[in-house]
């Protein structure tokens, strides 16, 4: 069943928001009211972008939920929304569902947990169709096909007898936005849609949103924490915190000329790749942050670390009798040194084995072959005992800072875990002493040691996830994309922490990240990773002023920049289709099924490191 849409004058806006607040009372007599969002104004015109910007808690995602009338029955609603002469805050759940996927749609966060896992791609699709356009279900499979075509989803028509498990998640999204689009709604609210995905892929869904708005005329809601998405994709942009607006105006207006303070920092913490020399990140209501350590004053030493020709495969499925042994060959053949005090970013797309290094090199996941020595030992000719000494050199500090952290336990117990694995004889007391200095270290008062995680934000579990990881004196860290799941503020102090750590106990650093800005800002040098292979590995400022394989270029040239007019004026890359499996990788070289110089060479022989500038490239034509 279609809605039919109250007329509007040219001259007013699409959607009209008063007034929007959004609170939950406490549950219990002692419990305050919390404020999710207070009295925010806006307006959306036909065809327009807005962004919506700020951290984790400001209330973005609430304000969007509240339109959508997705709050949950315990929240409290206040002001109006005028979408079409209606209040969306007003109309019960009948009149919005007539709303909701055909006027309004919606895209949210991560496309796994939206997406039914029991039901086809084409059967979710055209329920969308039947319900709100009154269609057959043969003629809504037609148009679902149509639309992911339009989507640039390739075989669109197998697409639909697919479930979410068996696509990537990049087609996932595009799949999401298919589905939100197929109405051809009049306001499209996207919910940190590129958040989960690769930077190649962000780039690809990007550019097809912006184009299906100018083919379609719907007007964009966006939702993000990424000033580069922001500045690249947005007409206007409106900065929140703590529920409340603290700035709107033209996207030129509030990246140049930003009347707020607020607005001011957050800009200052995003790290741009497009800067001549990375600058010390400036951290949000900390004035002084910018007066530390420059950002190159950090020695490099001896070599402590050597990895040589290593490979890490991983069994796929029980073999049968017709059915030989398959092997998913995460890490092929991958050889890095590292000195003392220094640090080596890895990049490189989802499944590009980066984890699968980082794991191979501690030795927590069986090595089919190759040698990694550290401090002159090969760790792989060591027994249990002497492996677990030498593990008190090298620790790890994982992505999610919460599920790391054993939620039965208190911070003092957590942190001081590694004492009793390696110190056993020491005492409580001088367990407590050492947990106590290394967390005042990390920014975190004695207070919390009786603490539970539950009770830290994401960024203050990560400073007790680094706490642990440190308080043993290791030699090696590895970052096992430590900041990826963090506000742009929290991510801006997590970096210079490490880096100050890094200079004053002369730690040797392996940084994983798909944050190719963030990994400029640390590192010394970068190595670039496709498919269990290297592409490229250089000096950070030659890998990223010169880059030589494609894949590097095309990682480079898809990363945002926070500045409209670099933004909008660059010329792109734009890679096509997905990581290949790495259950059947392509022969030859890994890279060539999505590389614009591929050639008969690249698909017959496969390409080894050599000497292309100041890089070390695995490309024939570099």
């Keep these: 069943m279609s809605v039919q849409m109250a007329a509007r004058p040219n001259d007013d806006p699409l959607l009209r928001v008063e007034g929007l607040s959004v609170s939950y009372p406490g549950g219990q007599p002692d419990q305050q009211t919390i404020h999710a969002v207070r009295n925010l104004s806006f307006v959306i015109a036909a065809g327009e972008t807005l962004g919506i910007v700020g951290e984790s808690g400001s209330g973005k995602t609430q304000s969007a939920l509240s339109l959508m009338g997705l709050l949950p029955e315990t929240a409290l609603k206040a002001g109006s929304a005028i979408f079409a002469g209606r209040d969306l805050l007003s109309l019960d759940d009948g009149k919005l569902n007539q709303i909701r996927g055909s006027a309004i749609s919606m895209i949210f966060q991560d496309p796994m947990t939206s997406l039914n896992p029991h039901i086809a791609i084409g059967r979710q699709m055209s329920r969308v169709l039947e319900r709100h356009q009154g269609m057959s279900r043969r003629t809504a499979l037609k148009v679902a096909a149509e639309m992911l075509d339009a989507v640039r989803v390739p075989d669109a028509a197998?697409?639909?007898?697919?479930?979410?498990?068996?696509?990537?998640?990049?087609m996932r999204q595009r799949i999401m936005i298919a589905t939100a689009l197929l109405c051809k709604p009049q306001l499209l609210i996207a919910d940190e849609p590129t958040t989960a995905l690769d930077v190649t892929v962000q780039a690809q869904i990007l550019t097809l949103m912006h184009d299906l708005q100018h083919e379609l005329g719907t007007a964009i809601l966006l939702i993000t924490h990424d000033m580069g998405v922001v500045a690249g994709l947005c007409d206007r942009v409106l900065v929140m915190r703590d529920g409340q607006m603290r700035e709107c105006g033209s996207v030129n207006k509030v990246f140049y000329e930003s009347q707020d303070n607020y607005t001011r920092e957050l800009l200052a913490a995003v790290p741009r790749l497009d800067e001549v020399q990375p600058r010390r990140l400036a951290v949000v209501g900390d004035s002084e942050a910018e007066a530390t350590a420059d950002i190159d004053s950090r020695p490099v030493g001896d070599t402590m670390l050597t990895v040589d020709k290593l490979e890490v495969r991983?069994?796929?499925?029980?073999?049968?009798?017709?059915?030989?042994?398959?092997?998913?060959?995460?890490?092929?053949?991958?050889?890095?040194?590292?000195?003392?005090?220094?640090?080596?970013?890895?990049?490189?797309?989802?499944?590009?084995?980066k984890s699968s290094l980082a794991r191979g090199v501690l030795q927590l996941v069986d090595v089919h072959a190759g040698r990694v020595t550290l401090l002159g030992e090969e760790l792989g000719m060591l027994d249990k005992q002497r492996l677990k000494q030498r593990r008190r050199q090298m620790q790890i500090i994982f992505q999610d800072p919460l599920a790391s952290l054993d939620p039965r336990m208190t911070i003092a117990d957590i942190v001081a875990e590694p004492l009793h694995t390696f110190f056993p004889t020491m005492s409580r007391t001088r367990q407590l002493v050492k947990?106590?200095?290394?967390?005042?270290?990390?920014?975190?008062?004695?207070?919390?040691?009786?603490?539970?995680?539950h009770e830290f934000s994401g960024g203050q579990c990560q400073r007790i996830g680094i706490a642990r990881a440190l308080i043993a004196e290791p030699e090696l860290v590895i970052c096992d994309e430590p900041v990826s799941a963090l506000d742009v503020s929290v991510q801006a102090q997590i970096v210079n922490l490490l880096m100050d750590l890094q200079q004053d106990m002369g730690l040797a650093l392996i940084f994983i990240a798909h944050d190719l800005a963030v990994v400029r800002h640390i590192s010394h040098r970068v190595m670039v990773m496709y498919l269990g292979r290297i592409a490229e590995v250089a000096d950070r400022d030659a890998l990223y002023n010169s880059p030589r394989h494609?894949?590097?270029?095309?990682?480079?040239?898809?990363?945002?920049?926070?500045?409209?007019?670099?933004?909008?004026?660059?010329?792109r890359t734009l890679l096509a289709g997905d990581v290949p499996s790495p259950l059947e990788p392509p022969s030859g070289c890994a890279f060539r099924t999505r590389c614009p110089l591929a050639d008969a060479r690249c698909a017959a022989e496969t390409p080894g490191l050599r000497t292309a500038g100041e890089s070390l490239v695995a490309c024939h034509h570099a």
């Design 158 to 170: 197998d697409r639909l007898r697919q479930y979410p498990h068996e696509l990537s998640g990049g």
């Design 314 to 353: 991983f069994s796929a499925g029980r073999p049968g009798p017709f059915r030989p042994v398959q092997f998913l060959h995460a890490v092929a053949g991958v050889s890095l040194e590292l000195g003392r005090g220094e640090t080596l970013g890895i990049v490189g797309e989802s499944g590009c084995g």
């Design 435 to 453: 947990v106590k200095a290394i967390l005042e270290r990390m920014g975190l008062e004695a207070g919390y040691m009786n603490r539970y995680p």
């Design 550 to 571: 494609p894949y590097t270029q095309a990682l480079i040239s898809a990363v945002p920049i926070p500045d409209p007019r670099v933004e909008r004026n660059r010329d």
